[in-house]
């Protein structure tokens, strides 16, 4: 292995929540910009690569396609990387991938090679860098971690805002070549972040027990079977099940808008910069809108409910998309972009943090690889059916109406479904966390998993260690006594018994002699 620190154990460490994580939560944010915001941003050098290529726009829509499709579809092989070698080096490799791919890029003689070197090389790179950012803020916050979760995802609009206009700037003064040079440059950045990712380590306890912990630890680690790569325990949590089908359910129209809100602003009859304005408006809502879900969402209240917050906010971004299908002028367009951006920044906030709150931290990197892979499909299915119902009807009415119904369906099944099927054990879950006196056999039946001990625990369990090792060690002290008073004694009897035979008296008893 070399010098690679493996983090397999951090679920057992107690998160800091602050501290290092805030530099963690820093990569993260960049992490997940780069993530969401790169496949949108490269479209700018669309209209170049068809004229340089004479290829059609459906032919380099497929770039950002397959970016997306290995972003989401590679979810498996990051769990098992991440469980194999650790967070920070598989997020330093892709961060290489990444860059490495859009330097290619700037080589490419046709549209094939882009496919090959921004769509899969690229789109790799990033997806080894987003997944393991996730797990990583996951384990440095808990009782943050909602707010944590509202900051990272903030990144998306952020570099949005960033990346279009630069790749704008790059595409006038350097051309698709110079820029997708320059871009990979700058996706080098990604490795930065994945130095920042230090794993968590347990705090050194008091020297005089050091060896002994060792020697425990040794014992603990030969009884422990070997960790699974790629846990698919996680589908007996019927929490989980029902999160994943819901989430692929979603995907389907979440990402629909937002591809046509433009061509949408333009059929009522718009100017290009009125409607690409749109976007910018969508873009800025959402920025302060997935800080301030991620804040709510750590309320004391409401956190143990975070399933049916995120429920609310599905529903308020379908029922946004099917009041916004009967935008007639630029007006109504705007109220759609600023009510959306807010439930789509909710919505942001929220996916990956109820996730979290469901299976908990140890088997979280198993978790997100198996959702991610099954929201690959949605993702890869959804656009292209909503493109085939507007080539049907000519209509972009349908295509939203189709996109909410999406989203309030997958909203109803998860609401409904953890309503129904866990409500019982939910409602232990939430009792216990409302109190703080959850045990963790309480915690263990309600959320289907296991616990994570609290400091009382630890100290108590601490405590009955050193007091058996005190009694082994008395007991040692006294086995090695006893040997040499039974024979000091016994020789006590024989020397007396000789005397008084000596002496004609007549013993009573052995135990007059001592």
Known sequence: MGGVALDLDAGAVKAPDGGWGWAVLAGCFVITGFSYAFPKAVSVFFKDLIRDFGVGYSDTAWISSILLAMLYGTGPVCSV??????CRPVMMVGGLFASLGMILASFSTSIIHIYLSTGVITGLGLALNFQP????????????RPLANGLSAAGSPVALCCLSPLGQVLQYHYGWRGGFLILGGILLNCCVCGALMKPLVAPKTHQANDVEQKKEEGAEEKKKPKAKLLDFSVFKDRGFVIYTVAASIMVLGLFVPPVFFVSYAKELGNEDTKSALLLTILGFVDIFARPTCGVIAGLKWVRPRCVYLF?????FNGVTDLIGSQAKDYASLVVYAIFFGISYGMVGALQFEVLMEIVGTKKFSSAIGLVLLMEAIAVLVGPPCAGRLLDATGNYMFVFLLAGTEVVISAVV???????CISKKSSVLVDGLEDGTMTSDAETEASGKAAEPSDQEEKRARGEKEKEMKREKQEEKVGEVRPDSVTVNSQKVENFLKESQQNGDVVTSPETCL
């Open 311 to 315: 429920s609310f906010a599905m529903i």
């Open 133 to 144: 950012s996730l797990i990583m803020l996951n384990r440095y916050f808990s009782e943050k």
């Open 81 to 86: 990387l991440v469980n194999r070698f650790g």
């Open 414 to 420: 998860l609401a409904t479904c953890n309503f129904i």
